[in-house]
């Protein structure tokens, strides 16, 4: 684009409606979700992280995570009381139930490549992770969640959303 081209900042009526919007489309997942067991999943901060559901109390769930790399993970109630299924040999059901959701939101090559791990032919991601226990705080990655569903509630609007007002506005001159 050359110096001083304003058609970067500037809508008009050949841009998709979306684009005058002040939400974004979302990315369709990969396959279907399991939104009820696995409701947020998000590759973000070195991480696959996410919240699980409690598979035995309606009113708990789980933060997990796996780091990219080391592989470490993490799994705690989001007031960060420790799974008790998690051990350095083997993955909780959270963690597990995690890495199955996020490989359907993103795909298996997307989230190996992420977590800088080699999945040979045949073989499930799981168990190519070098896994081993790292704790990770909660708290980031449940308040994320909570700020998830919060934009959900946002009513369809053409006007701009407060929160997001630091982006450039239709029109601006670059």
Avoid at 19 to 40: G, H, N, Y
Avoid at 69 to 95: A, I, V
Avoid at 144 to 164: C, D
Wanted: glycine fraction near 8%.
């Amino acid at each position: 684009m050359a110096t001083g081209d304003r058609r970067a900042w500037v809508l008009d009526e050949d841009d998709d409606a979306w684009e005058r919007r002040s939400t974004v489309r979302v990315v369709p997942p990969v396959q279907a979700r399991k939104l009820a067991k696995v409701p947020f999943v998000e590759l973000a901060d070195g991480r696959l992280q996410g919240v699980v559901s409690s598979g035995s109390d309606a009113a708990r769930v789980y933060v997990s995570s796996i780091t990219a790399g080391t592989h470490g993970n993490s799994c705690s109630t989001n007031n960060n009381r420790p799974c008790g299924g998690l051990t350095d040999l083997y993955l909780c059901k959270h963690l597990d139930a995690l890495v199955t959701e996020g490989i359907r939101q993103y795909g298996q090559e997307r989230v190996a490549r992420y977590l800088r791990v080699e999945v040979g032919e045949g073989k499930d991601l799981i168990d190519c992770l070098n896994s081993h226990k790292d704790p990770a705080p909660a708290a980031a990655v449940f308040s994320r969640f909570l700020r998830h569903l919060a934009y959900l509630e946002v009513p369809e609007s053409t006007e701009p959303v407060p929160e997001l007002h630091w982006f450039p506005a239709a029109g601006a001159v670059g």
